[in-house]
Nanobody
Framework: QVQLVESGGGSVQTGGSLRLSCAAS????????MGWFRQAPGKEREGVAG????????VYAASVQGRFTISRDYAKNALYLQMSNLKPEDTAMYYC??????????????????WGQGTQVTVSS
């Protein structure tokens, strides 16, 4: 059974930094996309960053490009999201997800099969 558990959320002021972690277990897919998504109240879930297993390439939403960095630790079976220069508009629940067996675009959250429970990030001005 695939399990994803996020941690590292919290409250920071504008310009601050946070590092989110996602501990993954229970799957052996060699082809997958792992991604970070966020959802603010009243808004649709959106892809923030993605990691592709075939060549370790990464992709980012335009709104976070240059501020967020996604990384994968195979030894720990973990996914991370380093967030810097945070803005109030980054406030949301952040989720880790994986497509499990196929590659999927982060622009299409419905393509991701397995999801964590989320971790809240709040940025105050």
């Amino acid at each position: 059974q695939v399990q994803l558990v996020e941690s590292g959320g919290g409250s920071v002021q504008t310009g601050g930094s946070l590092r989110l972690s996602c501990a993954a277990s229970g799957y052996t897919y060699s082809r997958y996309t792992m991604g970070w998504f966020r959802q603010a109240p009243g808004k649709e879930r959106e892809g923030v960053a993605g990691f592709y297993s075939n060549n370790s390439s990464t992709v980012y939403a335009a709104s976070v490009q240059g501020r967020f960095t996604i990384s994968r630790d195979y030894a720990k079976n973990a996914l991370y999201l380093q967030m810097s220069n945070l803005k109030p508009e980054d406030t949301a629940m952040y989720y880790c997800a994986t497509s499990g067996g196929v590659f999927a675009p982060i622009s299409r959250p419905s393509s991701f099969t397995y999801w964590g429970q989320g971790t809240q990030v709040t940025v105050s001005s």
